[in-house]
């Protein structure tokens, strides 16, 4: 008899460890609600499908699918033991010509290097369906259209092109993935919202006795089916045969997935079922665990080399030690001088990962490395000067959300230090050029981050940011209406996310690389004298612009001027469009815009109506918005303040932020006007 314990052939550096629970539901994904069931044939379409001209749903979808399903069983082979059979079954509508490179189908699988590794595709048909004359034509798949192609080591891909595909055909396609267990040991995910709209999209499994899957299930829309029921399983071998649970899921009426502003990645918030093996018990065998808790991967990660092996090498840095021990006893200033040296000295070479690549010694001797190299690096070094440091592995906003009930290596994909003197603590990213200590990029804003300490148990810690999105931008300026000019002065500081962003973009560069930017930005400004202040002196400093500037309006009238006050800094959009929204808003840090504005008039003018100022503030002390102008003496003194404190907002406060965000857009678009006074 094989024995289906056989090493996991897999991608990545380790075994994707769960915990031992059968179902969670993450996010916001309701019960199912009982209603009517879709069954749709093979090989058939009905003429409303055809018919169809636009998606009553969404007048915008290129394509719908009609269905999408899947299915997951379990068979015995003789010869390569254990198999997991998924079937596959998609009907699309394309609506229009945009969609037609859904006809070219791309069917990826594994090749291993003996008959026992390999999987294979079997029972692929297509069918592509059109209107002819007013008649339903069908177009078959021929074999001579399928193709199998070497994608990379050990993986094809089978590929083929549905023929006859035009605006407004139906296509079709299925076949069956076989996957020895070996090979693959776990459905792949299954999403049931897409780019386009979907009628019906549903995921079948059956589970027999002997294999333990933990389902966790993400998004935001309602399941219409949900139902499990106990099933006798044949899978071919007595050994194997037995009770089992049979799945069936079901989105129904899926609106097209929209990357709207302000998430993290799309996996955060899309509609999904994921897989992970939790155990195999087969009768007369030893039962195998794969579940693991956060102590196992502490564990794994310490006596790994790559990770844990790579914080006990510290030779190479005991000449920089010792210089900076030289030069102080502060633990503080031990830090600053000790992040100073690694920044200054590295490179990041943009990889992220959790593996030191060729060991931190090498990443140092050639000063560039990725960001495990750079951050362990630092938390080596600050070890040896004696501070509490230790290396935190977190998940990039690109690379999704981290599940504290999940203990697996594979959630994370970045590594910072963390540093403890006395009672304060924070953040450390030495691979940021430009971020002054305890600034985190914005990459690594994703939530929380797990601690791996030197000694003891991990913890989990949130990653909150101490800075903002901080802009202060002001004019003094004069105006002469009988000219139709303004000339004054401007100045901008950047400060916090936005001071590291301008540094990242033209800190490296010459002056005149920003001055042409800004030219750019306010083409109607005449711009002269532009001076930039503390470019990289003073990283925990604003980087501060000055410039003189002129504007003429040719369109001015004598004795009456219309200007807009909010020369600088001006929202003329609202970022959030869509009229409802289901998912989180995420803004990563929190926003700080300030302008101040003071305009001299000639004697003589006056404002015709003082605008009504107004403060608008979000539940919670979210945030807080306020403008007002008023005229003091001959000088029209301007001021708006935008503050968002809070970086998380439900969905159900989506419509407070967007109004917040739509006024502001209406209050910045207010002209004023000047006009002579008449005597």
Known sequence: MTNILLPIRLSGLCRRNVLSIHFLIFFLTFQAIAQEDFKPKLGVIDRASLEMTAFPGDSTADAVYLYDYGKVTFSYDNLKGILMSSEIWVRIKILKESA???????????????????EWIEDLKGYTYNLENGQIVRTELEKKAIRREKSADSHSTTKFNLANVKKGSVIEYSYTRVSPINVRNEPDTWTFQSTVPS??????????????????????????MNKQEPVNVSVGHSSY???GISYRFVVKDAPAFINEPYITTAADYVSKISFELASVAVRGEIPKDFSQTWDDVERTLDEAKWFGGELRRSGFLKEVRDQIAAKTTDQQERVNLAYKHVQDRMKWDGYSGLYAGDGIKKAYDNRKGNACDINLMLTVLLRELDIECNPVMLSTRAHGYLHQHIPMIENFNYVVA????????????????FAKPGMLPERALNGF????????QGRFLEIIPGDSESKLEMITANIVPDDGTIKGSYSISYGGYEALGWRSKYAAEA???????????????????VAIKNKTDDLKGTVNVTCDFEIEDENASPGVFYFNPIMAGRWTTNPLKSKDRIYPIDLGTGISASFIGNFTLPNGYALEEMPKAEIIVLPDKGGKFSYQVRQVGNVIQVNTAIQVSRTRFLPEEYADLKEFFERVVQKHAQPLVIKKKTI
């Open 511 to 529: 002056d005149n690389i920003f001055h042409d930017q800004l030219k750019k930005e306010v083409p109607e400004w005449k711009i002269q004298n």
């Open 241 to 243: 045969d037995g009770k």
């Open 449 to 456: 981050g797990r601690l791996i300490p030197k000694k003891g």
């Open 100 to 118: 037609l490179d859904r006809a070219s189908v791309g069917i990826p699988f594994y090749e291993g290097s003996s008959y026992k590794e390999q």
């Open 199 to 224: 009628k019906w999209s549903e995921f079948n499994m059956v589970i027999p006795y002997f294999l333990d899957y933990k389902m966790t299930m993400g998004g935001y829309l309602q399941l219409h």
């Open 418 to 433: 963390h540093v403890k003197i006395g009672e304060k603590e924070y953040f450390l990213d030495a691979s940021e050029p």
